[in-house]
């Protein structure tokens, strides 16, 4: 039992979520992919502004039911950016690779906040789900994402800039993020430019097990029973969590894979996180491979609690956010 004292609203939201993840998953690596959809609710889209946010979905490819939904704000840019224009923020959720969606009530909330108070535009991709669905699918849905914004820019406001262009992601997204921006970092764009990546308490592992898994194992929303388990239904039949989609510098892996255009890295990591020491071999081994990355640690934070509004330091997570985008888009706005 986590010593983590929270409040109890909190606490009873993290309770139903633990609750409903373990009803869901099955110990022969399945899921109850009925009973998992009956329990996660979905936001409706709104063409009116809800606090200052408008949404819409868009299908990119029906037939493996990969699509995004569009989160424009409708207030005025900060001073900080070009007149007119807003930045693109291509969101990726978490949920092991085998639960939730863009459209679940969590991630349409956290990335309603995110495009109204950091005044983007962010497409939340809808990519499939494991086991149903394994290693490289993600990667591929998020991939192909990108390249259909690129060649079809009258999906998105006209008062977007192209070239200031991030990805994001938390958990398994801050994972599938990361790989997407090495295969981006191998394509050539029309129109997009790529100027950083945000990684929230991104999930990787290996066969090692570190201090903070061993540590953090009661903590809230993870456990090493569930991240064992996401590893089994996500990687190839076979594979261990060496594999280089999980240990991305680990003995499979090497820093050449990392291309030239990599961009620049924003990390979180909490304190309390069992990944923490996982997140850490990350940012040490970006730093190897000679690119930019920022390191922010929040020694309070438990995995992904900078989603939940009665978390004390969201607003810390949202300032680190807003202070490297405008870092990475000011040698732009002149160009």
């Not at 690779?97 to 309603?112: K, P, Q």
């Not at 005044?119 to 998020?142: I, K, M, T, W």
């Not at 903070?212 to 809230?220: G, L, T, V």
Request: charged share 20%; proline share 6%.
């Amino acid at each position: 039992m986590s010593s983590i004292k929270l409040p109890w609203t909190l606490s009873l939201k993290i309770t139903i979520f633990e609750f409903i993840v373990n009803a869901c998953r099955r110990s022969n690596g399945t899921v109850n992919r009925p009973l998992c959809n009956f329990f996660d609710r979905i936001a409706p889209t709104s063409k009116t502004p809800q606090n200052g946010v408008v949404t819409s979905d868009v299908a990119v490819d029906s037939s493996r039911n990969l699509w995004f939904r569009l989160f424009t704000p409708t207030t005025i840019p900060k001073g900080g950016y070009e007149l007119g224009s807003l930045p693109i923020i291509i969101y990726f959720h978490g949920g092991g690779f085998a639960f939730l969606s863009a459209g679940s009530i969590v991630y349409d909330e956290w990335c309603r906040r995110v495009a109204r108070e950091l005044q983007a535009v962010v497409v939340s991709v809808n990519y499939r789900l494991a086991p149903e669905h394994q290693f490289p699918c993600q990667y591929e849905d998020g991939m192909d994402a990108l390249k259909f914004l690129d060649s079809n820019l009258q999906e998105l406001p006209i008062n977007v800039n192209p070239k200031w262009c991030f990805l994001a992601g938390d958990s398994a997204g801050g994972n599938l993020a990361h790989h997407v921006a090495v295969k981006a970092g191998e394509y050539n764009f029309s129109n997009l430019k790529m100027l950083g990546l945000v990684s929230l308490q991104p999930f990787f592992g290996g066969e090692e097990r570190t201090e903070s898994e061993i540590k953090n194992d009661r903590n809230p929303l993870l456990s090493l029973d569930f991240t064992d388990w996401y590893w089994k239904v996500f990687l190839p039949n076979g594979s261990n969590r060496d594999h280089p989609a999980a240990n991305v510098f680990g003995p499979k892996s090497s820093v050449d894979m990392i291309p030239d255009t990599f961009p620049a890295t924003l990390l979180f990591v909490g304190g309390l996180d069992l990944l923490k020491d996982w997140q850490m071999k990350y940012y040490e081994g970006l730093k190897k491979a000679g690119k930019e990355v920022y390191l922010v640690e929040d020694p309070k934070a438990f995995h992904c609690s900078f989603m939940y509004k009665e978390f004390p330091e969201y607003n810390l997570f949202v300032k680190e956010i807003e202070d490297f985008m405008l870092k990475q888009m000011k040698g732009t706005i002149n160009n």
